[in-house]
């Protein structure tokens, strides 16, 4: 198979996923935009492996070893990234990424728990960067 | 022990016994009090054996260098004449009896503890300036009297009184201080040492190249802290302090180091002509100036603060016709009955309940409360009017012979001007002086009106210590005009017939003039206003007074002014009261031509710096804050928001890099 058609797949699926992360409002879908990204990167990673040995060059299989390491942190970061969602909806009502503005210029808190809130949010932003 | 170890231990003690006052003051309450006597004491006592031993011959040197300090050397030098030996004794009696004396009228106050362990850092001061034979050693003890009369001017701090006379104090000090540092420097430089005895040495070789420049600036130190005209200003107002301070600074330190000084320099202001006439006419305008201006205080401690700048006027006369036995002949009598004074004036205060004459001049049997203080006040106010046989009488007589030797040219050293200047206004505010002294006799002690308040005896330590005085305001004179000369230059003090006649007569002229005044106006007296009297009457003396104080200006519309028509004084001077109460609008001039361009200036510098500097200041913080706000504008709390910018950036990036790496 040539090499074009998995990291052209990978390329689909990574624009997809960034389009989700940018345009949708559902953190779930965020989450979920994320894996797709991950995933985009996993084939890559392990198109590349393949090509890469093919050609002798690399014996090691790395890429598939580090695709590995993607999945079992990517497992950790969905299941911790829905707890957060999940603690967030049980708090506020709603898991619109778009109303979750507590880190803003100018905004007051409001209470003790809006402290969690923006902590879990930013944690959730740091981790779309980290995967972006 | 060696003389010179006696003579070291005599400042010595004093300080230390500050030192462990300050010290002990707050852990050791009940060590406050003997060791704010027992150090003068001693001290006293010791200066008495130096004296003892010195007994008006070959004076004491001795000297040590401590390290090499550049060109002029400075050493710690000790130099006892027989000035030196009485003057100490002196400072060591008034301080030992001002000391004794405050335990009883600041028996009260709290802040006992640091007042005495200052008093003794002042006497300590000045027995190093009397007992320095080095310049730079005493302009030492100089200074910290300057420091300390600051301190104890403003005890009463919480009025704003006091708190104007410290600054004051001080600050007119430090005028004339400025100038006597530049001309000790010039005279050490001249002279080639700081050593009195090798100045003294130079000068007598003629060695001094502007003895005229020297003289002036030195002369300016001296005005300032034995507070002649035009540096005097501060004296009167420094009677915002306790009243054992007033008698300290006026009686024994501070004023008379000025005096003092000039005596022990003598030689080098001889060699000006200059500077002797310039000393000629400062006495003799100080003296009829504090005189006029005595005669017009309401304030019975301002009358005898004028009459110390008057009576400091006469001893710079008799330095300025170059007899210096004179002139500390009259500072050792002058210091026994001031002090004197000032303490009685004390009591009186306190059994009175104001300071106010005017209001003393509506109280009936104020004498009979304070017996003590009336008979001793006697003595001393007959001393100061310089009535024979009392001590002032001779002092004063031997003051006015020297003027006298000097006009018929029996001496080489003075110009003859000066002997003029000085016997003229000596002859002169002899009148003021006696006119004073009865009125303020008269006023105090035979108002009549209501009963004088009271609030029981006074403390045994305050009365006894009066009487102790009284013994040197009365014999001292007589006793000692035959024996002196052997420990001062050997120059004859005895009273010469002419001016013995002259200078008793024109003070009998002026008491008697005075009453003649008072039995005129006394009848007035019914009609006008009771005074200010102390709120607290029953508490210690110095609460009284410094109650006194506060309420003096409220009441009549100012510290040295009262509106009383009874007052001979303003019979006797006429149109010229108004004047002379406000010391001849001195203050005035000088808030005119100092205080208020410095002021302009301040505020002229204070808007430099508010608006001028801090503008710039303002505006480099300014800039950053506003790029500061304009960045915070990015911060929506819109995680996607971020993540947008993220890949634009890395978009960017990418794109540079691929450009950068195609090399196009």
């Known amino acids: 198979m040539h090499l074009a058609y998995p990291t052209v797949l990978a390329a ?59 999945i079992a942190i990517a497992a950790a970061e969905i299941g911790i990234g829905l707890a957060i969602v999940l603690a967030v909806y049980r708090n506020r009502g709603t898991s619109d990424i778009d109303k979750l503005r507590d880190t803003a210029e100018g905004h007051e808190s409001e209470g003790p728990d809006s402290d969690a809130l923006t902590a879990g949010s930013a944690d959730g932003a740091g981790k779309a960067e980290a995967t972006a | ?55 008006g011959e070959q004076a004491i040197d001795a000297h040590t260098e401590l390290t090499p300090t550049g060109s002029v050397p400075i050493e710690l030098a ?116 700081f050593r009195i005895t090798k100045i003294l040495g130079a000068v007598a070789n003629g060695g001094l190249d502007h003895p005229t420049i020297v003289a002036l600036l030195l002369l300016a130190g001296v005005a300032g802290k034995s507070a002649q005209f035009p540096l005097h ?21 501070m004023v008379a180091a000025g005096v003092y000084f000039i005596a022990r320099l003598l030689p080098v202001f001889e060699s000006s002509q200059a500077a002797m006439v310039t000393l000629a006419v400062m006495a003799a305008v100080t003296m009829l100036g504090s005189g006029l201006a005595a005669l017009a205080q309401d304030d019975i401690k301002r009358v005898l603060a004028y009459s110390t700048i008057g009576q400091l006027g006469y001893m710079t006369g008799a330095l300025a016709v170059g007899d210096r ?97 000085t016997l003229v206004a000596g002859l002169l505010t002899a009148v003021l002086t006696a006119g004073y002294a009865t009125r303020l006799w008269l006023l105090a002690f035979h108002g009549r009106g209501a009963e004088a308040p009271d609030h029981g005896r006074q403390p045994l330590t305050m009365t006894v210590v009066l009487w102790v005085l009284a013994v040197p305001s009365l014999a001292l004179g007589g006793l000692a005009f035959r024996v002196l000369p052997d420990w001062f230059d050997g120059r004859d003090l005895t009273p010469t017939l002419t001016t ?72 006797l001077l006429g149109p010229l009261h108004r004047h002379a109460a406000v010391g001849f609008h001195l203050d005035a001039v000088y808030a005119a031509l100092f205080v208020r361009p410095v002021q302009a200036g301040a505020s002229l510098v204070r808007f430099l710096d508010r608006e001028v500097v801090e503008t710039y200041v303002r505006g480099a913080g300014a800039l950053p804050r506003l790029l500061g706000a304009a960045v915070r504008r990015a911060q929506t ?28």
């Open chain 1, 12 to 70: 689909l699926l990574f624009c997809t996923g960034l389009y989700g992360v940018l345009a949708r409002r559902n953190a779930i879908l965020v989450l979920m935009s994320v894996e797709l990204m991950l995933n985009a990167v996993n084939l890559n990673l392990v198109a590349f492996d393949v090509w890469l040995s093919k050609a002798s060059r690399e014996t090691l299989h790395s890429g598939q070893a580090l695709t590995l390491f993607t």
């Open chain 2, 1 to 55: 022990m060696t003389t010179t170890t006696l003579a070291v231990l005599v400042p010595l003690l004093p300080f230390l016994g500050a030192a462990a006052g300050l010290l002990l003051g707050r852990t050791a309450p009940g060590f406050v009090r003997p060791l704010a006597v027992l150090p003068p004491l001693t001290a006293l006592a010791l200066a008495a054996v130096v004296a003892v031993r010195q007994g």
């Open chain 2, 78 to 193: 000790l130099h006892i004449d027989g000035f030196a030996a009485l003057v100490a004794v002196l400072v060591g009696v008034v301080a030992t009896c001002v000391q004794i004396y405050s335990t009883g009228y600041l028996r009260d106050d709290p802040r006992y503890p640091s007042y005495a362990a200052l008093v003794s850092l002042f006497t300590s001061a000045m027995l190093l300036v009397v007992y320095s034979g080095d310049l730079i050693v005493l302009l030492v003890g100089w200074e910290v009297m300057g420091i300390c009369s600051y301190f104890l001017v403003g005890h009463y701090w919480e009025t704003p009184e006091a708190r104007a006379a410290s600054i004051k104090a001080f600050l007119v000090t430090k005028l004339g201080d400025v100038p006597f540092l530049i001309g000790l420097f010039a005279l050490a430089t001249d002279a080639g040492s």
């Open chain 2, 233 to 253: 200003t501060w004296l009167p107002d420094a009677m915002a302090g306790p009243t054992p301070v007033s008698a300290l600074i006026h009686a024994a330190t």
């Open chain 2, 325 to 421: 036995g004179a002139a500390v002949f009259h500072l050792l009598t002058h210091g026994a009955f001031k002090a004197l004074l000032f303490l009685a004036a004390g009591v009186i205060i306190h059994a009175a309940g104001t300071n106010s004459l005017a209001a003393m001049s509506r109280m009936r049997g104020l004498r009979d409360r304070v017996s003590d203080a009336y008979w001793t006040m006697t003595v001393a106010l007959l001393a100061l009017a310089a009535i024979p046989p009392f001590s002032g009488f001779f002092s004063k007589e031997s003051v006015l012979g020297a003027a006298e030797h000097v006009v018929t040219g029996h001496t080489e050293h003075a110009p003859s001007a000066a002997g003029w200047i």
């Open chain 2, 500 to 571: 013995s006649v002259a200078g008793t007569g024109v003070a009998l002229v002026g008491a008697i003039v005075t009453y003649a005044a008072w039995r005129h106006t006394t009848t007035l007296s019914a009609r006008a206003p009771l005074g200010a009297v102390a709120a607290h009457p029953e508490g210690d003396a110095a609460q009284v007074e410094a109650e006194a104080i506060a309420s003096h200006a409220p009441v009549y519309g100012g510290v040295a002014y009262a509106p009383d028509p009874a007052d001979p004084g303003r019979l």
């Open chain 2, 637 to 664: 709390g819109n995680v996607q928001t971020y993540v947008s910018a993220l890949l634009a950036g890395t978009v960017v990036l990418a794109v540079a890099a691929l450009l950068v790496a195609t090399g196009a």
